[in-house]
């Protein structure tokens, strides 16, 4: 529990940061395409990849 709510607030204060350079939807957008990116490999490693059809 305790690493689950510093992961959030680790992953929150990084949107605010970047919200204030880029606009919120890009932001969205490049967290999106960074949990695919981090998910498919642990898909992957953990084998749940030949379940998922």
Known sequence: MVVST????VN???????????PP???????GAAA???GIPLLFMLGY???SR
């Open 6 to 9: 510093g992961s959030y607030i």
């Open 12 to 22: 929150d204060t990084m949107m605010k940061l970047a919200t204030a350079g880029l």
């Open 25 to 31: 939807y890009e932001v969205l957008f490049l967290r």
């Open 36 to 38: 695919t990116l981090w």
């Open 49 to 51: 990849a030949s379940r």
